[in-house]
């Protein structure tokens, strides 16, 4: 089955074609990957999924459902989440106050939150239990109090991760997991979000540079130049596909 | 004993110090403190907006009328008291900040202000102007009565006390919900928050409205503190600005911050006497001198103390002791 559709995607950006007639057919619960050299379209292509981008031509269908009418807020609630390129976490919050912002959509009676009614404290309670395993799940519970400001780099990347995952999605983007990372940050990354997608089930997308990450996880990979689709596969075919070793190090590679 | 118990008992403590004070101090204190709790909720409903949520306002003052105005004409045609009037001034300044919430979904920091100065000065226009509203002239409110019993500064004091008490805990029960945590979301970042399904639009006007109400609260509490209202107090920009100070001396995002800035543009004036003028340069001054070394305010400076002094009296090192604001201030300069 299908979970993330993206058919004959085409963004402009004033006359630059940022994306030009892309698919993307992401089978649920794989890791799908999304590469392609610096200003391919890849974190364009994000954010036409999770809303922050208008597409001109084309459809983005998530489950079956059209996603074109929806705005940033309403995929949350459909299963969809995400973690951006560049860390971006509620800084002067604690970790544990990240995390059940990510539970936005399941926070219930706004009124019976804010009056502090009885139900509404039942389920703050619920919320931050829950917040609290998942810390653990994390590795994070130790800083659980702590702003997320003074947390240290490899830390916060794992707050992102859990506060996307706080809105329990069933399908989660990942916008370049360990750029800045070093290779054991790597490795435990890669170890993660291994375990997200085969013990919660969750479907990952990822766009990423890091090829090791790539080869680790990903089940199937597109990839995009320019704007365009130059290749689908698996991690070994596509590491050896000509078109992509012509669009990484260019012509004079592939001939050489 | 945690932070947290300290946090309440010292609260209740204050309130229990506030209640027994009309006993042991002259009238006339109790009536400058009870014009006080009026500029405290003020506070807490801009701090909602500006501290909580990041939308600088400078325009609160229009709504603190728009309360003042609606008990004193309900008092002068209808002949209502303090609770009819407040509740209504409550509702209708609601309402009107929802309306201007809408329209000013789109702009912040700079922008923002503006407009929000734009509010004021309407507001004050339409006081000066519309002969209902009586422009210099002012409306004249007769004695205080409480369900048909009248009431003296020191009756008057207590409801003030109260309704000062229950604005706080509603502003805190708000404030540590998953609503006032949207709010703070969308002021750390705005990207970050609507990926988390927060509907920006509809949490940023709804900020809007429950911090233009709790202003009318105070605005229709001044107007029967004060019993009398003109466009002479609210036909300018002076509230809004007296308001926003308070928040940002006081501290951001901070009940206790509210509580501080507001006593200090209400007592500083009333201390300089003759020099009345002067504290427009003193809150200057405080402005400037709190944004360089204490973003956090009064009370972020006053928190941090008491944490390291609780830490050394339990004998452990408090972890980063830090400002909760440092390095932010982006709604200042989006």
New interface residues.
């Given amino acids: 089955m299908e979970s993330l559709s993206i058919r004959g995607v085409e963004v402009n950006f004033g006359g630059l074609k940022a994306l030009a007639a892309v698919d993307v057919h992401v089978p649920e619960g794989s890791i799908y990957g999304l590469i392609g050299p610096n200003g391919a379209g890849k974190t364009t292509l994000f954010n036409c999924v999770?809303r922050?981008q208008r597409y001109s031509a084309g459809a983005v269908s998530f489950q079956g459902t059209d996603l074109g009418p929806l705005?940033?807020?309403?995929?949350?609630?459909l299963g969809i989440?995400?973690t951006?390129q560049n860390i971006?976490?509620?800084?002067?919050?604690s970790t544990l106050?990240n995390i059940?912002?990510?539970?936005?959509?399941h926070?219930?009676n706004?009124v019976a939150?804010?009056?502090?009614l009885p139900a509404?404290r039942r389920r703050?309670r619920a919320?931050r239990a829950r917040a609290g395993s998942m810390a653990e799940m994390f590795g994070i519970a130790d800083v659980l109090h702590?702003?997320v400001?003074?947390l240290p780099f490899g830390h916060q990347k794992r707050v992102e991760l859990a506060?996307a995952l706080a809105?329990e999605p069933k399908l989660l983007l990942l916008d370049e997991p360990v750029a800045g990372c070093n290779e054991e940050e790597t490795s435990e990354l890669a170890e993660i979000i291994r375990l997200i997608n085969r013990k919660i089930g969750v479907t990952v997308v990822v766009v990423e540079h890091d090829m090791s990450l790539v080869r680790a996880v990903c089940d199937e990979i597109t990839v995009l130049d320019f704007g365009r689709n130059i290749a689908r596969g698996s991690p070994a075919e596509i590491l050896n596909h000509p078109a992509v070793i012509e669009a990484y190090l260019g012509e004079a590679a592939v001939h050489a | 004993m945690s932070e947290r118990a300290w946090q309440i008992l010292l609260t209740l403590l204050a309130f229990a110090g506030l209640a027994l004070l009309p006993g042991i101090i002259p009238s006339f204190y109790a009536s400058l403190l009870s014009f006080t709790f009026t500029y405290v909720i003020a506070a807490v409903g801009v701090n909602l907006l500006t501290g909580y949520t990041g939308l600088v306002t400078v325009g609160h003052g229009g709504f603190f009328a728009v309360g003042a105005y609606t008990t004193a004409l309900m008092a002068k045609y209808l002949g209502t008291s303090v609770v009819p009037g407040v509740v209504a001034g409550a509702l209708l300044s609601g309402i009107i900040g929802f309306g201007l919430g809408i329209v000013c979904l789109r702009l912040g920091g700079a922008f923002l202000a503006i407009a929000t100065l734009g509010f004021a000065l309407a507001i004050g226009a339409i006081l000066n102007n519309w002969p209902v509203f009586e422009g210099r002239e002012g409306i004249t409110l007769g004695k205080n009565t409480l369900f048909g019993t009248p009431i003296g500064d020191v009756g008057f004091y207590y409801i003030g006390l109260l309704a000062m008490g229950l604005v706080m805990l509603a502003s805190w029960s708000i404030v540590r919900s998953a609503v006032g945590r949207a709010f703070i979301a969308m002021r750390d970042s705005e990207r970050a928050a609507e990926a988390m399904g927060i509907n920006l639009r509809l949490y940023k006007t709804v900020s809007f409205a429950i911090s233009a109400a709790i202003v009318g609260v105070g605005g229709a509490l001044f107007a029967h503190h004060n019993r009398y209202v003109s466009a002479e107090t609210f036909g300018n920009a002076w509230l809004s600005v007296d308001f926003l100070t308070a928040v940002v001396v006081g501290g951001q995002a901070s009940l206790l911050g509210s509580a501080i800035g507001a006593a200090f543009v209400v007592l500083v004036p009333y201390y300089l006497g003759t020099l009345q003028d002067f504290a427009y340069i003193l809150n200057g001054v405080a402005l400037i001198v709190v944004l360089r070394f204490a973003p956090d305010g009064v009370a972020g400076v006053l928190v941090r103390l008491f944490r390291s002094a609780l830490g050394a009296v339990q004998g452990r090192t408090p972890a980063a002791i830090a400002p909760v604001t440092a390095g932010r201030g982006s709604q200042w300069n989006r």
């Fill in positions: 999770s922050f705005g940033p807020h309403d995929v949350v609630s989440a995400r951006f971006n976490l509620f800084r002067t919050r106050d059940l912002i990510g539970m936005h959509c926070k219930g706004p939150a804010m009056l502090s509404g703050e919320m702590e702003r400001m003074h506060r809105s």
